[in-house]
Protein backbone atom coordinates (compact mmCIF):
# COMPACT_ATOMS: atom_id res chain seq x y z
CA UNK A 1 0.00 0.00 0.00
CA UNK A 2 1.43 3.51 -0.66
CA UNK A 3 1.79 6.16 1.77
CA UNK A 4 -1.26 8.17 0.83
CA UNK A 5 -4.71 6.98 -0.72
CA UNK A 6 -5.56 7.50 -4.23
CA UNK A 7 -5.73 11.22 -5.81
CA UNK A 8 -9.38 11.86 -5.40
CA UNK A 9 -9.91 10.55 -1.52
CA UNK A 10 -6.38 12.60 -0.75
CA UNK A 11 -7.85 15.95 -2.34
CA UNK A 12 -11.25 15.00 -0.10
CA UNK A 13 -9.01 15.43 2.87
CA UNK A 14 -7.25 18.02 1.57
CA UNK A 15 -10.02 20.15 0.70
CA UNK A 16 -11.56 19.10 3.83
CA UNK A 17 -9.30 20.48 6.27
CA UNK A 18 -7.93 23.57 4.13
CA UNK A 19 -11.54 24.39 4.04
CA UNK A 20 -11.88 23.96 8.20
CA UNK A 21 -8.62 26.14 8.45
CA UNK A 22 -9.66 28.96 6.01
CA UNK A 23 -13.52 29.21 7.23
CA UNK A 24 -14.61 28.61 3.59
CA UNK A 25 -18.05 27.29 4.09
CA UNK A 26 -18.73 26.44 0.74
CA UNK A 27 -15.61 24.41 0.26
CA UNK A 28 -16.57 22.62 3.35
CA UNK A 29 -19.71 21.34 2.08
CA UNK A 30 -19.17 20.67 -1.03
CA UNK A 31 -16.63 17.97 0.49
CA UNK A 32 -19.07 15.75 1.69
CA UNK A 33 -21.87 13.47 0.29
CA UNK A 34 -26.30 14.27 1.22
CA UNK A 35 -26.34 12.01 4.28
CA UNK A 36 -23.10 12.92 6.38
CA UNK A 37 -22.79 12.87 9.77
CA UNK A 38 -20.26 14.29 11.88
CA UNK A 39 -18.98 13.45 15.69
CA UNK A 40 -16.77 15.98 17.30
CA UNK A 41 -15.71 16.84 20.90
CA UNK A 42 -17.91 19.60 21.21
CA UNK A 43 -21.95 19.47 22.10
CA UNK A 44 -23.96 17.75 21.06
CA UNK A 45 -21.34 15.59 19.60
CA UNK A 46 -22.90 14.18 16.85
CA UNK A 47 -24.94 16.09 13.81
CA UNK A 48 -26.84 13.61 11.44
CA UNK A 49 -28.61 14.10 8.13
CA UNK A 50 -30.10 16.73 6.77
CA UNK A 51 -27.62 19.26 6.77
CA UNK A 52 -25.24 18.27 9.30
CA UNK A 53 -22.27 20.07 8.06
CA UNK A 54 -24.17 23.10 8.21
CA UNK A 55 -25.42 22.29 11.85
CA UNK A 56 -21.77 21.38 12.90
CA UNK A 57 -20.12 24.39 11.56
CA UNK A 58 -23.08 26.79 13.23
CA UNK A 59 -22.12 24.65 16.37
CA UNK A 60 -18.61 25.51 16.19
CA UNK A 61 -19.32 28.95 15.68
CA UNK A 62 -20.92 29.05 18.70
CA UNK A 63 -17.84 27.08 20.42
CA UNK A 64 -15.74 29.20 19.34
CA UNK A 65 -17.96 32.76 20.04
CA UNK A 66 -18.54 31.07 23.62
CA UNK A 67 -14.48 30.41 24.21
CA UNK A 68 -12.86 33.27 22.63
CA UNK A 69 -11.18 31.34 20.38
CA UNK A 70 -9.22 33.30 18.37
CA UNK A 71 -7.24 30.77 16.34
CA UNK A 72 -7.63 27.63 14.91
CA UNK A 73 -5.97 25.21 12.60
CA UNK A 74 -5.63 21.77 11.89
CA UNK A 75 -2.55 20.05 10.54
CA UNK A 76 -2.35 16.26 10.24
CA UNK A 77 -0.20 13.38 9.38
CA UNK A 78 -2.33 10.24 6.92
CA UNK A 79 -2.44 7.49 8.90
CA UNK A 80 -4.58 4.47 7.96
CA UNK A 81 -6.46 3.84 4.34
CA UNK A 82 -8.34 1.67 2.32
CA UNK A 83 -10.17 1.39 -0.13
CA UNK A 84 -12.76 -1.13 -1.30
CA UNK A 85 -14.44 -0.77 -4.74
CA UNK A 86 -17.24 2.49 -4.19
CA UNK A 87 -15.87 2.88 -0.65
CA UNK A 88 -13.42 4.29 1.42
CA UNK A 89 -11.67 4.82 5.25
CA UNK A 90 -8.99 6.95 5.95
CA UNK A 91 -7.60 7.50 9.64
CA UNK A 92 -5.57 11.01 10.42
CA UNK A 93 -3.47 11.96 13.12
CA UNK A 94 -4.56 15.55 13.93
CA UNK A 95 -3.14 18.21 16.08
CA UNK A 96 -5.31 21.36 16.69
CA UNK A 97 -3.78 24.27 17.51
CA UNK A 98 -6.12 26.79 19.52
CA UNK A 99 -5.95 29.91 20.57
CA UNK A 100 -8.62 30.13 23.50
CA UNK A 101 -8.81 33.16 25.65
CA UNK A 102 -5.63 34.64 24.82
CA UNK A 103 -3.65 30.95 25.50
CA UNK A 104 -2.45 28.22 22.80
CA UNK A 105 -2.59 24.99 23.02
CA UNK A 106 -1.78 22.18 20.85
CA UNK A 107 -5.15 19.26 21.23
CA UNK A 108 -4.13 15.78 19.48
CA UNK A 109 -6.58 13.32 17.94
CA UNK A 110 -7.66 11.14 15.19
CA UNK A 111 -9.97 11.87 12.12
CA UNK A 112 -11.72 9.24 11.12
CA UNK A 113 -13.57 9.41 7.88
CA UNK A 114 -16.02 7.00 5.56
CA UNK A 115 -16.17 8.16 2.21
CA UNK A 116 -18.36 6.38 -0.97
CA UNK A 117 -18.32 7.10 -4.80
CA UNK A 118 -21.36 8.56 -5.81
CA UNK A 119 -21.54 8.72 -9.75
CA UNK A 120 -17.84 9.13 -10.62
CA UNK A 121 -17.39 11.86 -7.49
CA UNK A 122 -16.17 10.71 -4.45
CA UNK A 123 -17.72 12.48 -1.16
CA UNK A 124 -17.17 12.16 2.98
CA UNK A 125 -19.90 10.26 4.60
CA UNK A 126 -18.55 10.58 7.90
CA UNK A 127 -16.19 12.90 10.10
CA UNK A 128 -15.41 11.95 13.57
CA UNK A 129 -12.72 13.61 15.89
CA UNK A 130 -11.30 10.93 18.69
CA UNK A 131 -9.54 13.61 20.98
CA UNK A 132 -6.13 12.15 22.62
CA UNK A 133 -5.19 15.11 24.77
Same mark, same amino acid.
Given at each position: M?????? &?IQT??????????TQN? &??F +??? +? *?????I =?????PY???NP????NW???VA @?W?????????????E????N?? *?S??Y? =??????T??? #? #?Q?TA?T???AY??S?? *??E? @?????A? *????
Open positions: ADNPPA &ELIDNHINAFND &EL +FRV +F *GDTAI =VDGIARWLNAPALAD @KRENLGVTYERLSYMGFWVE *GGAA =VIAGTLVTI #G #GTRGTLTFKH *GDW @KIDAQW *GRTS
